[in-house]
């Protein structure tokens, strides 16, 4: 399974690092094939919060096919403007499973996604987590 990470300018710096080395740590004590890496617009160090510098494996260009799709939390005003980010997202949320911050949700706002019509959505009443689970798809007989 390949996890994909996505990460921005004055992303905070906890979103993406806990879900990495979350996932890192569950592929090695498990020994499964999961691939985990970081996503960013352009293939640029991108500064995080309090000026944390990141290194993403890949840029929309070039990211191999993501089974799940993190979209962390942080400053996010500038990301809202980028229809380049809007679109990439929107077509994740469409193919893959995406989990995000609450409010990421915003990306899923600006994406068209106003109601949750081919999928499932689910908020822990304690966490500030969301997950957005597309439904299979049925096949045309």
Known sequence: MNIGIYIYDDAEVLDFSGPFEVFSTAKRLADNNWQVFFVAEHAAPV???AGFSVNPHYS???????DLLIVVGGVHTVELSKSQVISWVKKRLILQITLLRCVQ????GQSGFTRWLNGDYALGRSSRSCCYVPKPKRSCK
């Open 47 to 49: 500064i995080a919060r």
């Open 60 to 66: 929309f260009a070039d990211h191999p096919v993501i």
């Open 105 to 108: 949700g915003l990306f899923i």
